[in-house]
């Protein structure tokens, strides 16, 4: 299995994000995700980001074909079946459903593909909201 190290590979906020949210969900940790999605997305978003991301945990889990390689809390690298979630959940979010739909049929059995979709859109909704609040902070606008 290959993995890519994080300073090689461009991953927006979002993505960093979700990989975050994986391994501390591997991990079992929700405390310290919590902390994460907090600080970046405000308390509301945070609880349906999260709530939201414990059933696409839990479709991943039950109807998944196989279960996805996540690696360790600070990892330097991050692995295929994290960028592959990573990426499927914002091409949910970001309305390319056919796109998303072709995705979703390699993660889990035929059955749960337009659930998984649709949980996938609201995970990504609030991070996406938090990625647009980082870009207003920059120095540059």
């Given at each position: ?11 927006r ?12 969900w ?11 999605l ?14 939201a ?8 889990t ?18 295929e ?22 995705e ?16 996938a859109?609201?995970?990504?909704l ?5 990625e ?10």
């Amino acid at each position: 299995m290959r993995h890519e190290r994080f300073d090689r590979v461009d991953l927006r906020p979002a993505e960093r994000w979700l990989i975050e949210l994986l391994r501390l969900w591997r991990d079992d940790d929700e405390a310290a995700a919590q902390l994460l999605l907090r600080d970046a997305l405000g308390f509301t978003r945070a609880r349906a980001c999260l709530r939201a991301f414990g059933e696409l945990a839990a479709l991943l889990t039950r109807h998944g074909w196989h279960c996805p390689l996540i690696l360790q809390q600070g990892a330097a690298s991050s692995s295929e079946d994290e960028r592959a979630i990573a990426r499927f959940v914002l091409t949910a979010t970001e309305q390319d459903r056919e796109q998303a739909l072709l995705e979703a049929t390699m993660l889990v059995t035929p059955v749960h593909v337009l659930t998984l979709v649709n949980t996938a859109e609201r995970v990504g909704l609030p991070l996406l909201c938090g990625e647009c609040r980082l870009r207003q902070r920059c120095v540059l606008n």
